[in-house]
């Protein structure tokens, strides 16, 4: 046995396994990514992050990988070899992983999967890969490749500069805490996030375990910031999991009531605003039920949703989700703002949110609440956000898209709508 087999052998490589498992979780099982890494079994903090990444990268990119191998395929292997054959071309053109590296893990795990009369084809489509994939590339329309044909359509005008900003890895977004000094290395933002680069591990950073900032996104900062809520609002935060919006709310010195009905994400909630220092009721309750004491100054509803404003972070949200599911989303989300309207004294606030780029769920919903519910638009100027001046429409909402803000690296996709209860 060579030194290189030596290096590459299945019993010492973890990460092409963990991958794999991943991109079977995602790709045939449709399970979220997120979930699959908790079913991994124990491995090195090092060898788990790079697993993901790697799987992430083939899942990002499937279609353009797909493309690039087919020339190369005289028929479609067996589903469990093409991911292995997707593993490695995700790692030769996208990952700069050495050729000798990508090509000869990707054959041994296929003879520690039990496939080793298909390890001959893989090295062989592989080492074709290394030599002509990045040449193919130029010739192919990867942003339409990478993207279901339903979401590309309802993107509109948008969908090619959306897709184009997903190939890309997203950066880390901090919230700090106010009075905290930011971590060295950030970037600071217009609307206050602190930015890192993409892969950067937010525990490591320098005041994490002092709780002086969260993970969120620039976009996923504004819903909380456009409610504009004061010291001593009685505010509540709706389907408030993983904490963010929470923890905006409350560092602003109102009183908040954080509401979050599943109980797995209210403990992840719960860790957050203890880590973090900041004190907020949280209720364990549908949120399209619940009802508080007495009506409130705000509401913030960052309803459930598609997601797929958050693509870049979730590659794996084209897979999970199918253009039927929106229908039954909106009528949740129907439901949601009648709840949280109820909530409402008059002249209160409500600020509606999805991380969703499909119209469905943002500006038909705005237009069908001030159809049948006692609220008005309350239009966001453009002052509020100055920089962001392009997502904001003639009625006064939000709509933040990836493909806006390239020069800074791009955020998330959200819809935004304020409302006053009349």
């Keep these: 046995m060579t030194n290189d087999q030596k290096t590459y052998a299945p ?18 099982r449709h399970r979220p990514l997120e979930e699959a890494m908790d079913a ?22 499937r279609g353009t990988i797909d493309a690039v191998l087919e020339p190369y395929l005289a028929r479609t292997p067996s589903t469990q070899v093409m991911h292995i054959l997707r593993l490695g071309a995700a790692g030769l053109l996208f990952l700069d992983t050495p050729p000798h590296a990508a090509v000869g893990t990707a054959v041994d795990l296929a003879r520690a999967k039990g496939l080793p009369k298909f390890a001959g084809m893989v090295n062989a489509v592989l080492r074709r890969v290394s030599e002509g994939g990045r040449a193919a590339l130029e010739e192919l329309d990867s942003p339409r490749l990478d993207t279901p044909p339903w979401l590309w359509t309802s993107w509109g005008s948008d969908a090619r500069d959306i897709a184009t900003a997903h ?25 206050g996030s602190v930015r890192f680069p993409a892969g950067t591990h937010v525990t490591e950073l320098a005041g994490f375990e002092e709780g002086n900032f969260w993970v969120q996104d620039a976009a996923a900062a504004l819903p909380a910031m456009l409610l504009g809520a004061l010291p001593g609002q009685r505010i509540a935060d709706l389907c408030a999991a993983p904490g963010g919006k929470t923890a905006q709310l409350a560092a602003s010195g109102a009183h908040v009531t954080a509401v979050e009905s599943n109980a797995h994400r209210m403990q992840r909630l719960t860790a957050n605003m203890v880590r973090l220092g900041l004190a907020a009721d949280l209720v364990r309750a549908d949120a399209a039920k619940w009802r508080p004491e007495a009506p409130l100054d705000g509401v913030l509803l960052d309803a459930p949703c598609s997601a797929t404003g958050t693509i870049r972070r979730h590659p794996d949200v084209p897979y999970l989700k199918k253009q039927s599911d929106i229908a039954t989303l909106t009528v949740m989300q129907d439901q949601l703002l009648a709840a949280a309207t109820g909530m409402l004294k008059p002249g209160g606030k409500l600020v509606y949110a999805v991380c969703s ?14 159809a049948r519910l006692p609220l008005d638009i309350d239009p966001i100027k453009r002052s509020e956000l100055p920089e962001l001046a392009a997502a904001i429409g003639r009625d006064g909402t939000v709509r933040t898209h990836p493909g806006l803000w390239p020069q800074h690296g791009s955020l998330d996709g959200f819809f935004i709508a304020r409302f006053t209860r009349v």
């Design 11 to 28: 019993s010492t490589d973890p990460t092409r396994a963990g991958a794999l498992a991943l991109l079977a979780a995602v790709l045939d």
């Design 40 to 61: 991994l079994p124990a491995m090195e903090p090092r060898d788990r992050a790079a697993a993901h990444r790697l799987a992430a990268a083939a899942i990002r990119r």
């Design 167 to 191: 190939q890309t890895e997203a950066p880390l977004d901090l919230t700090m805490k106010p009075g905290a000094t930011p971590p060295e290395g950030g970037v600071l933002l217009s609307n």
């Design 357 to 370: 780029l499909q119209p469905e769920e943002g500006p038909a919903r705005a237009a069908a609440a001030v």
